[in-house]
């Protein structure tokens, strides 16, 4: 079973930045079908997403993020990124990665998530 395990996050002053990796335990077969993202949660919230990399490459991020965060995705290390810059309060939140296949014939994985505090 394929585990996807995410580090990075902790405690950040506003205007602070962190980097936000997740690691899958092995490859994923057929891993070019997927789109690959991180989500977030707060208590009392439905999950959201925050930035997915489409198949075929392109980035798709939440509005609340434009221009201030920035996935991206090593294949050959079977990792995930996400770049966070100009972090605001409103960004605290538990940080999920993400592995989709659309259509869901092959299996979605979820990493237990990472929290990021974002706090003066």
């Known amino acids: 079973q394929v585990q996807l395990v995410e580090s990075g996050g902790g405690l950040v002053q506003p205007g602070g930045s962190l980097r936000l990796s997740c690691v899958a335990s092995e490859s994923i077969p057929a891993d070019h079908l997927y789109e690959w993202g991180w989500y977030r949660e707060t208590p009392g919230t439905l999950r959201t997403s925050v930035a997915v990399i489409r198949r075929g490459g392109r980035s798709v991020y939440a509005d609340a993020v434009k221009g201030r965060f920035t996935i991206s995705r090593d294949s050959a290390e079977n990792a995930l990124f996400l770049q966070m810059d100009n972090l605001k309060t409103e960004d605290t939140a538990v940080y999920y990665c993400?592995?989709?296949?659309?259509?869901?014939?092959?299996?979605?994985?979820w990493g237990k998530g990472t929290q990021v505090t974002v706090s003066s």
């Open positions: 993400n592995a989709d296949y659309p259509g869901g014939v092959l299996p979605n994985y």
